[in-house]
């Protein structure tokens, strides 16, 4: 198969390491910069231009978009779409993932649990919205942030306040949510692949940072998901119609917990810490889909 990857920067570790699993399974992979790519939109014949080329023979896409590019990106993979090109995830769901707003109102619905979440839209409320959280502390997010960025700790209501007004001053969308201490500083992410974990493994921050990402130094191990932990990423990954994702929770007195879910998951720290090979595990999702 012709196989693409949307990828700004081949040399990602993520990027390369499904270079390398498709050319080892006899397919042509082709790396592509979507921010490269023109997209000619006519009747009945959606096509794609990219430097000196059309892309009319493409079999299948792995999109790799990056937070910051996230409109052009998912316009890239639809016009692939458009072009009956499989996608190992949509350009909806990656949208939907990418507004944590959205993504906590639909599970929510569903009835999976999360930390306590508040949103509003007016900075004079900022004290009644800690107070519907039972006070501080209180995590702040920004609605478009990622690899743990835009997440702020505030250990005091006064310490809160000032930072969703502040927030609101620059015209940036937080929710906040309840400070779950049960966690001590960890959390799982899970690697779903075609509604299957495929691995997890639990991440601890380092002393004196309260965010377990590890593109934020944080430490990780191999874990096997408890039943409740297992249902809460399955049934994540089915309601955000994600094939392909990586689900972050973590553990308090209540059970499992959602943190965010992720439509295209960094491969590096799963795969070395779970021992699982997650890229060879994608492009055979691939295979079984074509």
Do not use: W
Request: glycine share 8%; hydrophobic share 40%.
């Amino acid at each position: 198969m012709n196989i693409v990857i949307l990828s700004r920067n081949e040399n990602l570790y993520s990027t390369k390491r499904l270079v390398e699993e498709g050319v080892k399974r006899n397919h042509n992979i082709e790396v592509i910069d979507p921010l490269l790519c023109d997209l000619l939109i006519e009747k009945e014949k959606p096509t794609i231009y990219y430097k000196d080329k059309y892309l009319d023979y493409v079999d299948a896409i792995i999109p790799r978009i990056g937070a910051s590019v996230t409109f052009y990106g998912c316009a890239v993979v639809r016009q692939f779409e458009m072009m009956n090109v499989f996608s190992t995830v949509t350009s909806d769901a990656i949208l939907r993932s990418r507004d944590k707003l959205r993504t906590f109102q639909r599970l929510s619905k569903a009835g999976i649990g999360m930390p306590k979440t508040v949103f509003t839209n007016h900075s004079r409320d900022a004290g009644e919205a800690i107070n519907y959280l039972g006070g501080a502390p209180i995590i702040i997010k920004l609605l478009e942030g990622t690899q743990g960025l835009g997440v702020v700790l505030a250990e005091s209501n006064s310490t809160a306040k000032s930072i969703l007004q502040a927030f609101n001053g620059l015209q940036a969308r937080v929710i906040i949510q309840e400070y779950i201490s049960d966690a001590n500083g960890s959390d799982i992410r899970a690697l779903i692949i075609d509604g299957q974990v495929i691995g997890a493994i639990e991440r601890t921050a380092v002393e004196g940072e309260f965010r377990s990402n590890l593109h934020r130094g944080g430490e990780a191990k191999y874990i096997k998901l408890n039943t409740d932990q297992f249902k809460l990423a399955i049934n994540a990954a089915k309601v955000l119609k994600l094939p392909i994702c990586g689900v972050d929770m973590l553990d308090s007195a209540k059970g499992p917990l959602l943190l965010e879910v992720n439509s295209t998951p960094g491969l590096e720290g799963i795969e070395k810490f779970s021992q699982k090979n997650i890229a060879r595990a994608i492009i055979t999702f691939i295979e079984r889909n074509n």
